[in-house]
């Protein structure tokens, strides 16, 4: 697993870890102060709740352009040697979809657990 890390790139990964990180914590505290608060407090909160899938959003555009910049530099690069197989060709590709991939599987995530925790939520107000 940690070799995938390094091969999806330290720098890109490294913030999408920070991104799932924010929007799990982002996720649990309003989470908590909505369960655990007064009505009023708790629309709030649930309203705010939905910052988290935003948060997950911005994780999976954030992996794309890692995805795009991993290619960008790939192609330059392939664009400079004279004879590249297409192994290495197919080999760069499949490191430059890790970031996205890894951002998709963080908004995934944050969209579940959002519906789980506004549904709990939602389900403690009626």
């Not at 192609?75 to 192994?87: A, G, K, L, R």
């Amino acid at each position: 697993m940690t070799d995938l890390f390094f091969m999806g790139g330290a720098l890109f990964m490294g913030i999408l870890s920070l991104l799932l990180i924010a929007m799990l914590a982002w996720i649990a505290y309003y989470f908590f102060l909505a369960y655990f608060s007064k009505n009023e407090l708790q629309e709030k909160s649930l309203r705010k709740l939905q910052y988290g899938k935003s948060i997950g959003l911005f994780a999976m555009i954030f992996g794309i352009l890692g995805q795009l910049l991993g290619l960008f530099n790939a192609f330059s690069v392939i664009q400079q040697s004279v004879d590249i197989s297409p192994n290495v060709i197919y080999g760069g590709l499949k490191v430059s979809m890790i970031p996205t991939f890894y951002g998709i599987i963080i908004y995934l995530f944050s969209i579940l657990l959002w519906f789980v925790t506004s549904f709990l939520i939602e389900k403690k107000l009626e």
